[in-house]
């Protein structure tokens, strides 16, 4: 490989692609917006703009993309802007990662056409770039993240150290899946051939910024919440997930003191609720935390002056958050065998089929948006207009099922590849940037599965490196035609 990478990307067959996805993107965004002039919003993009607006530094969800929000705020008003960033931020990086896989391990033009399409063609980036959500941003680094990775295992340089440790730092405070990514960063660092003094900053350096950040996060939700915790919605997360196998346990031991009166008014609920309510899953989504009837708005309601609160809900939300968080510990420490019957195991479905969630309509199929939305970029009023609310849904209807499909060929690949060691040994760097692969996949699932909840929109970026991957496994066994390979 003796060309430089910048040299590389210019040479003629990459120049295409180059020029190729620019044009693609350019004219894609403006036909999109032609028929989406308004940004698309959800419950969750009116707190990341009420945070932005009021210059706090905790929210319920991460405070990293309020902190964006507010920062483009200060260059223009345009929601046009804020999307048009989003998406062609997402391309600028996809065009690096396309370009890294073929500098590295130059699969065939065939192989190069097909991953090519999937990043450069695909609807599905367009509708999560115009989210007022972290999605978009979040994928977009998560990219940039894997691809230093890559460049640490093949090209290791002292400055990726402080590289993908901001990276990660950036990573986290827009969503808190990015909690394991130092785990992985650690596997590429020690397969890498660098000193173990340059592996281990590179191991703790992350860690130390993450651990600023989760002090200031703490010592600014006790400030506006009164307790100090990291993540407000935590807590929340942690009784809704516990609940769903409640009405299959006997609970017998009391819970801790503080939980008492919220465990009176679970048992009171599941006393009364018709059966059907009592054989929700986690396919449901977030049932107990949306169900205005269930203990957990129950217990808000009664416990704290929600119409006093002047935050748009994060004191209220952080005053129980805590209560919830020990008493979801206590009933998952307890019944470990009902919480994976109930909760895991519906969850690993969940996982294979992520439901498309808020991607099926278009602004919740609202033809209005908040008042807060409609100030914060200088809307002249509230009413919105699409092509349509519902067309999203049949665009995207079928990428849950391809994600299900990418998972079980890799799969299938891996198993083949395992087996071939000849092409293990012969080709040894793609084998170590396949084995960063398999733990980032690994490590996904399972965190996906465990803590995190699980809808298509946060699966993208895993989708994204497994069908990338598995193609390249694929070809390297045989089963696609390596003729036409380019590479340097």
């Known amino acids: 490989m003796s060309a430089t990478f910048p040299s ?10 180059l020029l190729v996805a620019v044009f693609a993107a350019i004219i894609q965004l403006i036909v999109f917006k032609l028929c989406y002039p308004f940004a698309d919003f959800f419950s969750d993009s009116y707190s990341y703009i009420f945070a932005a607006a009021n210059r706090l530094d905790v929210n319920i969800w991460p405070i990293g993309y309020s902190k964006f929000l507010w920062l483009f705020h200060q260059l223009t008003y345009s929601d046009t802007a804020v999307v048009a960033f989003q998406y062609l931020f997402g391309q600028a990086i996809a065009l690096y990662f396309f370009f890294t896989l073929l500098y590295f391990y130059a699969p065939s033009r065939q192989l190069s056409n097909i991953i090519f399409i999937f990043l450069f063609f695909n609807p599905l980036f367009l509708y999560l770039g115009n989210y007022i959500s972290s999605d978009a941003l979040f994928l977009g680094l998560s990219l940039l993240w894997l691809v230093q990775l890559l460049w640490i295992i093949h090209r290791p340089r002292i400055y990726q150290v402080f590289v993908h440790a901001l990276l990660i730092a950036i990573l986290f405070t827009l969503r808190y899946n990015a909690m394991f990514y130092p785990l992985i960063s650690a596997v590429a660092l020690v397969i890498s051939h660098r000193k173990p003094v340059w592996k281990l900053c590179g191991i703790a350096f992350p860690l130390l910024l993450i651990l600023l950040f989760v002090n200031h996060t703490r010592n600014s939700s006790y400030t506006l919440t009164g307790t100090r915790q990291f993540s407000i919605f935590g807590g929340w997360q942690m009784a809704n997930n516990a609940l769903y196998m409640y009405p299959f346990i006997t609970e017998n031991e009391p819970p801790p003191a503080e939980c008492r009166e919220f465990d009176r008014l679970v048992k009171s609920y599941f006393s009364l609720v018709p059966e059907e309510l009592k054989t929700v899953s986690p396919r449901d989504g977030a049932f107990y935390i949306k169900y205005p009837a269930a203990p957990l708005k129950q217990y808000l309601a009664r416990n704290v002056n929600v119409t006093g609160d002047k935050t748009n809900g994060i004191s209220s939300w952080g005053a129980v958050a805590p209560v919830y968080g020990t008493y979801g510990k206590f ?3 307890r ?8 909760f895991l195991l519906p969850n690993t479905f969940n996982y294979c089929l992520p439901p498309l969630e808020k991607l ?3 602004n919740l199929g609202e033809k209005k948006v908040s008042a807060i939305a409609a100030r914060w970029f200088h809307y002249p009023g509230t009413r919105i207009t699409a092509v349509s609310m519902n067309i999203q849904g049949a665009i995207l209807l079928l990428f849950p099922a391809i994600f299900l499909i990418t998972n079980l060929f890799f799969i299938w690949i891996l198993v083949l590849w395992i087996r071939n060691r000849r092409n293990r040994i012969k080709d040894q760097a793609f084998s170590n940037a396949l084995f960063l692969v398999i733990s980032l996949l690994l490590v996904n699932c399972a965190f996906s ?14 989708m994204i490196v497994c069908l990338s991957f598995s193609l390249m496994m694929a070809e390297r066994i045989g089963i696609f035609s390596d003729t036409g390979t380019q590479g340097s």
């Not at 590389?8 to 692609?17: A, D, T």
């Not at 470990?336 to 109930?342: D, H, I, L």
């Not at 465990?450 to 970026?461: D, G, K």
């Open 360 to 362: 099926e309509v278009y």
């Open 331 to 333: 009933l998952i420490t």
């Open 8 to 17: 590389f990307v210019l040479s003629k067959p990459q120049r295409i692609y």
């Open 449 to 462: 599965i465990l803590a995190s909840p699980i809808v298509f929109r946060y699966q993208v970026f895993p």
């Open 335 to 342: 019944h470990p065998v009902g919480f994976t019957r109930y």
